[in-house]
């Protein structure tokens, strides 16, 4: 038996408290005692007969799942993007994008896991397909279901803009701005004359803002010598920039709350930015603890889930830059609901995307709504490379890549992608890749 | 409790892009509104109605305004595509009422425009009726009778009943007698299937809504609404503390960091943004806030039934929505009024919920004609 049959069976049998205990239909599975089988709805998705004098004619006829693969000398390997596609009964379809870096197969299978309670549903109710996905997965998050939720999440809101003919951002609210939205790159500098040459690239580029990474891994308290180089790293990125290019620094969750505060606090005079996952995410009370001393902007959130990861960090004022990822996060309903909470605290908005282009295409009309928003990142650097080649085959279009220091928004209705599948079958998935690993110089294993 | 504050943030400013200068179905060409007065509550409230070049119209309510915010809101709001919630939002937030009827006529212009109900619009609906709070007029059962009575033919199952005001002279163990008897009174003259609002109009100091909480709560009213109109965490947490009843609270704040303020000390229970201060575009976002609290969103209404419309609208798109409440007058004439602005749709329900309409925009036509006949000023 299926488990929407089940779940047309349960419907049927009426409800059923904790409390009642009646005796179960024989015809239903087994119920161990500790889930009650309660069901009140004339219907679930799929089919959602309760919906049919208020919904949309449109339904969900199918859904699918691609891995692809680049080549690793192009893009880093524990990140296969997993794209989502929905397909309807009246032809319309939409793209999003689930990649989880280290969890590919995973999260394909997690959004086939899904496929019961999508296929047959109306693709309109987005909030109400997110609740049921995110709800009626009783677990509530983790990395796993939010970015099976955020693929699944992205092409229903790009099959709801094709529908209403405007793209995603204007249904939002926005655009704050029709040029388009910050951005910045990463970069990789280890000189002065290094910094200076990228200074002049990056400005001729007419872009406005970079990232990079802390030189070394660091361990919960930390010496002189790495202290002094990871801040000397910075005061020469400064340097070699100039007071008028902004840069921030991913410090990548290396340091401990102890040793970041010692960081943030000599680093001040520098006017980053913002100060990238100071610490672990995991201990909001710890990370208040590095933050307090310092005025360096802080940013965090990329590996947090659904809005309510991010309430105890707003709650608490820790934070001054929000990032979550639209991948992971739980796609664009999440990003948008994180975002609203932000602005009430007067916390920004600088989303995460180290994937594929879909998410970050994706991102970009919640960003273009959002008051709050700072600036997009994207895994790309000022010069074009290969990467960029394979997005513009998938995409049609030179994805992502700024112009005088903004993504342009996109005009077509919905997500404004059309991915093309026969580009896809040109890089097959390959399997999993653990995330990359670092380890200390005694062999324990370093956050990296 | 709070551990750290590292900053006090307010919201930050925002600079929008000016309107885009090329024409578009969307922009909106025409700009209107009323001044409306019902006859015998007195109750205001204005109306605007929009329409885009490309000639759709779409209406929204707010609260009363001036004659000079209203004319400020037209030239802030002309030439914008109706899209551009947020550019109103911040446009006009320093005239709330405003702030409303101007987005919420954007969100009924594009949802007509679209063909589809604005539910669907803000993403599609959660549910397929929406829950009613009948808010009674009057104070007591002799007075709230006429009203409750009406409410009870509109299929309404959950009221508002306000709660009696506290005399310097009455020592407390008598006023909470009072209150009790009153309440009690109203769940004998509605019957047993009603279910309770208590309402206290912020009138209350935070000391006797603690002492009406805790000899309350276990009547089990859905809420204890507005106890009082101090609203500072430390005043709250008198109530919150001391009795499990759930607090209502909102219905005077425009600001979202005021709703945050609230969500973060942990002082509501439930979220009460008022439409008549607030456009269904803000409150989604205090509903962002609440639902990461899992707090409920039941905002208040004493406006007019196009407002009551959108909000119904609003509550059949969020999962934490509650219940809309519906101002239910004593009057006939308050009540034919209504119907009149409506094109005789009428603020119903079937078994206390309103059955969703699956029309474009808010569902039904307004009756301008009724709007000139029945407002105090049009501009």
């Known amino acids: 038996m299926k488990r929407r049959d089940v779940l047309t069976a349960l419907a049927g049998a009426g409800a059923l408290t904790a409390t009642s205990r009646r005796p179960l239909n024989p015809s239903l599975p087994h119920n ?21 004098g208020v919904g949309s004619k449109l339904r969900i006829t199918n859904m699918r799942v691609f891995g692809v693969t680049l080549d690793e000398r192009i893009a880093q390997a524990d990140r296969p993007y997993i794209f989502v596609k929905i397909e309807t009964n009246q032809g319309v379809t939409g793209w999003g994008e689930a990649t989880l870096e280290g969890k590919a197969t995973a999260a394909m299978a997690c959004v086939m896991d899904l496929k019961d309670l999508i296929i047959g549903s109306d693709p309109m109710q987005v909030e109400h397909l997110y609740q049921t996905m995110y709800i009626g997965s009783f677990y509530r998050g983790g990395p796993v279901l939010g970015s099976a939720i955020s693929g699944i999440d992205q092409a229903l809101w790009d099959i709801r803009g094709k529908v209403m003919g405007m793209p995603v951002y204007e249904m939002l609210g926005g655009p704050i701005d029709p040029r388009g939205v910050r951005g910045y790159y990463h970069a990789d500098v280890w000189t002065l004359a290094e910094a200076k040459e990228l200074r002049d690239k990056t400005k001729a580029a007419g872009v406005t803002a970079l990232k990079f990474q802390l030189p070394d891994l660091l361990e919960c308290v930390e010496t ?115 975002s609203a909470t932000a602005e009430a605290s007067g916390v920004r908005m600088a989303p995460h995307a180290c994937e594929g282009p879909i998410g970050g295409i994706a991102s970009l009309h919640v960003d273009a709504a ?79 | 409790m709070r551990t750290i504050s590292r900053k006090l943030r307010g919201t930050s400013s925002v600079v929008f892009a000016p309107a885009i200068a090329e024409d578009h179905p969307l922009k909106i060409a025409q700009f209107r509104a009323w001044r409306v007065k019902e006859p015998v509550s007195n109750r205001r409230y204005t109306v605007v109605r929009l329409q885009s070049q490309g000639g759709v119209s779409g209406y929204g309510e707010g609260g009363p305004a001036t004659a000079a915010e209203i004319v400020a809101a037209r030239v802030a709001t002309l030439d914008r595509r109706a899209t551009e919630s947020e550019f109103i939002r911040s446009a006009l937030r320093r005239t709330p009422a405003l702030e409303a009827a101007v987005n919420n006529a954007m969100l009924d212009l594009v949802s007509r425009a679209k063909n ?117 965490p430390d005043s709250l947490a008198k109530i919150v503390d001391e009795s499990v009843m759930p607090i209502g609270l909102g219905r005077n704040i425009t600001d979202l960091v005021a709703f945050q303020t609230l969500l973060a000390s942990g002082s509501v229970n439930i979220v009460r943004p008022n439409l008549a201060l607030n456009s269904l575009t803000k409150i989604r976002r205090v509903a962002a806030l609440a639902e990461t609290h899992y707090v409920g969103v039941a905002p208040f209404h004493d406006g007019g039934p196009i407002g009551s419309m959108a909000g119904i609208h609003l509550n059949a798109s969020l999962l934490y929505a509650y219940a809309q409440q519906i101002p239910v007058p004593a009057s006939d004439r308050d009540a034919a009024m209504r119907v009149e602005i409506t094109s005789g749709l009428k603020e119903t329900g079937d078994k206390g919920f309103f059955a969703l309409l699956n029309r474009p925009g808010l569902g039904f036509e307004v009756n301008e004609k009724a709007l000139d006949a029945r407002s105090e000023e049009r501009i």
């Not at chain 1, 161990?32 to 049919?52: E, L, N, S, Y």
């Not at chain 2, 604005?118 to 009948?134: E, S």
Request: glycine share 8%.
């Open chain 1, 224 to 338: 002189n010598a790495k202290i002094s180089r990871a801040v000397a790293h910075m005061e020469m990125l400064r340097e070699g920039l100039g007071p008028d290019l902004d840069f921030a620094v991913d410090f990548h969750a290396r340091p401990s709350p102890t040793v970041a505060a010692i960081i943030l606090r000599e680093i001040e005079p520098l006017q980053l930015l913002f100060a990238e996952e100071i610490c672990p995410p995991e201990n909001v009370r710890a990370m208040a603890r590095a933050v307090r001393h310092s005025t360096t902007p802080i940013a965090t959130g990329e590996r947090l889930i659904a809005s309510y990861g991010y309430a105890e960090l707003i709650d608490m004022g820790v934070v001054d830059i929000l990032q979550p990822d639209i991948a992971h996060v739980g796609g664009i309903s999440a990003l948008w609901k994180v």
């Open chain 1, 370 to 448: 959002g008051p709050n928003f700072l600036a997009q990142e994207i895994c790309g650097f000022v010069e074009a490379g290969e990467k960029n080649r394979v997005w513009e085959d998938l995409m049609g279009f030179p994805a992502m890549r700024m112009i005088d220091g903004r993504y342009a928004l996109p005009t077509k209705p919905g997500l404004g992608v059309d991915i093309s599948e026969a580009a896809l079958k040109r890089y097959p998935f390959q399997g999993t890749r653990p995330f990359v690993m670092a380890f200390h110089e005694d062999g324990a294993v370093g956050s990296i």
């Open chain 2, 116 to 232: 589809v109900p604005i539910y669907q619009y803000l993403g599609g609906p959660v549910r397929y009726k929406a829950r009613l709070l009948g808010h009674l007029e009057g104070t007591g059962p002799a007075a709230s009778g006429p009203s409750l009575e009406r409410a009870k033919r509109q299929g309404i199952l959950a009221f508002t009943t306000a709660a009696p005001l506290r005399d310097a002279m009455i020592p407390l163990r008598a006023y909470v007698d009072l209150v009790r008897k009153q309440y009690a009174d109203m769940q004998a003259l509605a019957g047993p299937s009603a279910e309770w609002v208590l309402d206290a109009a912020g009138a209350m100091t935070p000391g006797d809504a603690a002492t009406i909480a805790v000899a309350l709560e276990a009547s089990h009213p859905i809420w204890f609404d507005e106890p009082t109109a101090v609203t500072s």
């Open chain 1, 32 to 52: 161990c005692g500790c889930a009650p089988q309660i069901v009140t709805a004339k219907d679930k998705p799929p089919g959602a007969a309760a919906f049919h």
